[in-house]
């Protein structure tokens, strides 16, 4: 990978050099001032693609609320009604598909209205996936060749096919935007959709590498902890006969500052890989307080047991709150279109049923939702990635057997997860990365029974890509 190079920086905008790409810094908000927001509601700083706050179209982003969530302005009432009904039916859903995927996506809290620059707007309320990150580096991907759904005009299908051509054409996924807390600067870089658009066959490999921080070496432990993830949902889909998912994103995400503990501690240098909080601080150096601050970070930064924000990634109990109820009937979306191919890329894979996603379920009394069964993943995790891995181990090769290509990668590296998953200590249990399935404005139910190949194929072909990583260091 080349390194970073900034050519130019004015006020409003940060244009920068990446792996020969010129990019313009993303900001979820591109405006001079934010909008307007009632008490307790901000921008989330951290969204990394979609929709975000222009003055030119009154577009609007991703919002947090200060109880832990994050709130969607519903921008097209077509495509928001469908996302709408599609968590609720989610949630009630008891069927063992729905259950699973339950597990895969961010817990639906329901709708509200929020008053946004005078204007009232409909948002679905969900949990914030990033909330437990204190450094959280988190890259949005965009599964699926075809990216318009059924019911897309072909105005819509010909503007989707000309985007990202050739990520979508070579790998079946795109990036629209990433923000990583870069090791090697100590800097934290957001790069958007004008970026992800010139990615081809070549430089979407850099962009991986750069989201996992790997300039100088890939932390395998990251990557592992990513894959388990992955593998999961994979399995799911290949399954899964229910859902067709077009345009929907992975949102893959770790924690920075626990890469860097990760990396002392398995280096054991002395060399420390910067961190922001520390190069900010040595940036703005003057006010007492933050030279104070700096000092308490380095000490902690040079003890090798210390373990800076291990507080943080600890469980949180369950509080659900006040919810209203919603209709409980599930139904079928409609779909007028589009019969797909059958193939035969099933495996016969037998039900994993748990992870360890550790749900963070706030109180919140203006959401109108009812409460969802836990999904079975919840109910079972013992909130260690440890039991992961071993799942993964255990029924990965299992899962794959038709996939030759893939195998022979596994096996490769299959001792090196014996390995982490031997090496763990209890206090390493945390997980400290994982992936969530986001955005299903353009979720359909399946009308022909079959497999949801263009999904698929884009699943495969990520893993795929991150797996030859393994080779590449
Ligand atoms: N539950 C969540 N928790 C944390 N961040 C989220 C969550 N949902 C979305 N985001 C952030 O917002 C971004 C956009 O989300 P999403 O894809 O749902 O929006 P969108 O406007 O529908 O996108 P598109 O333009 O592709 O239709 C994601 O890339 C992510 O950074
Ligand atoms: O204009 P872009 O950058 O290609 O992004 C589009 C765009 O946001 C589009 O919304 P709209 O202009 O149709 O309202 C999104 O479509 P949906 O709202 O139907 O999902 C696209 O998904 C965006 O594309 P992408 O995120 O892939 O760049």
């Known amino acids: 990978?080349?390194?970073?190079?900034?050519?130019?920086?004015?006020?409003?905008?940060?244009?920068?050099?990446?792996?020969?790409?010129?990019?313009?810094?993303?900001?979820?908000?591109?405006?001079?001032?934010?909008?307007?927001?009632?008490?307790?509601?901000?921008?989330?700083?951290?969204?990394?693609?979609?929709?975000?706050?222009?003055?030119?179209?009154?577009?609007?982003?991703?919002?947090?609320?200060?109880?832990?969530?994050?709130?969607?302005?519903?921008?097209?009432?077509?495509?928001?009604?469908?996302?709408?009904?599609?968590?609720?039916?989610?949630?009630?859903?008891?069927?063992?598909?729905?259950?699973?995927?339950?597990?895969?996506?961010?817990?639906?809290?329901?709708?509200?209205?929020?008053?946004?620059?005078?204007?009232?707007?409909?948002?679905?309320v969900l949990e914030n996936v990033t909330n437990e990150f204190v450094e959280p580096c988190i890259m949005d991907i965009k599964i699926g060749r075809q990216t318009w759904d059924p019911e897309a005009s072909s105005d819509k299908i010909e503007t989707e096919k000309a985007k990202y051509a050739d990520s979508r054409k070579e790998y079946g996924f795109c990036i629209p935007g990433f923000q990583v807390y870069r090791m090697s600067t100590g800097k934290v870089i957001r790069l958007g959709k004008d970026y992800g658009k010139k990615l081809n066959k070549e430089t979407i490999k850099d962009a991986l590498k750069l989201f996992l921080n790997a300039d100088s070496g890939l932390n395998r432990h990251l990557l592992l902890q990513l894959l388990s993830k992955l593998w999961r949902i994979l399995r799911w889909c290949r399954r899964q006969r229910r859902y067709r998912i077009y345009a929907s994103s992975l949102l893959l995400m770790y924690d920075a500052r626990r890469l860097r503990q990760n990396l002392r501690k398995t280096t054991g240098t002395t060399e420390r890989p910067m961190s922001p909080v520390l190069s900010r601080a040595h940036s703005f150096a003057a006010p007492v307080l933050c030279r104070a601050q700096s000092l308490k970070l380095n000490l902690a930064l040079r003890s090798n047991s210390a373990l800076i924000d291990e507080g943080s990634f600890?469980?949180?109990?369950?509080?659900?709150?006040?919810?209203?109820?919603?209709?409980?009937?599930?139904?079928?979306?409609?779909?007028?279109?589009?019969?797909?191919?059958?193939?035969?890329?099933?495996?016969?894979?037998?039900?994993?049923?748990?992870?360890?996603?550790?749900?963070?379920?706030r109180s919140l009394s203006f959401v109108s939702a009812s409460p969802a069964p836990p999904p079975l993943e919840r109910q079972s995790s013992n909130g260690s990635w440890h039991f992961d891995f071993k799942e993964a181990c255990r029924t990965h090769s299992l899962v794959n057997n038709y996939e030759k290509d893939l195998q022979s990668m596994k096996d490769n590296y299959k001792s090196e997860l014996d390995d982490l998953v031997s090496e763990e200590k209890p206090g390493d249990r945390e997980l400290w990365a994982k992936v969530k399935m986001i955005d299903f404005a353009h979720t359909f139910s399946s009308v022909d029974d079959e497999v949801d190949t263009n999904y698929l194929e884009g699943l495969e072909s990520l893993i795929k890509l991150l797996e030859s990583l393994f080779q590449d260091f």
């Open 1 to 124: 990978m080349s390194a970073t190079v900034f050519v130019r920086k004015k006020d409003s905008e940060n244009v920068l050099k990446m792996n020969g790409i010129n990019a313009k810094l993303y900001r979820p908000c591109d405006c001079s001032e934010g909008p307007l927001l009632p008490p307790g509601i901000t921008v989330l700083d951290n969204q990394v693609a979609g929709h975000s706050f222009t003055k030119a179209d009154s577009s609007l982003g991703i919002l947090k609320h200060t109880d832990g969530s994050v709130l969607k302005p519903i921008l097209k009432p077509g495509p928001g009604a469908r996302e709408i009904q599609f968590y609720k039916n989610l949630q009630q859903a008891t069927d063992p598909v729905s259950v699973e995927l339950r597990g895969f996506v961010p817990e639906f809290r329901g709708t509200t209205t929020v008053t946004v620059n005078g204007r009232d707007v409909e948002c679905i």
């Open 314 to 361: 600890t469980g949180r109990t369950t509080n659900r709150g006040s919810y209203r109820s919603v209709p409980t009937t599930p139904t079928r979306i409609s779909s007028p279109g589009i019969p797909e191919k059958s193939r035969s890329l099933v495996g016969a894979a037998n039900g994993i049923g748990r992870s360890l996603s550790q749900t963070i379920s």
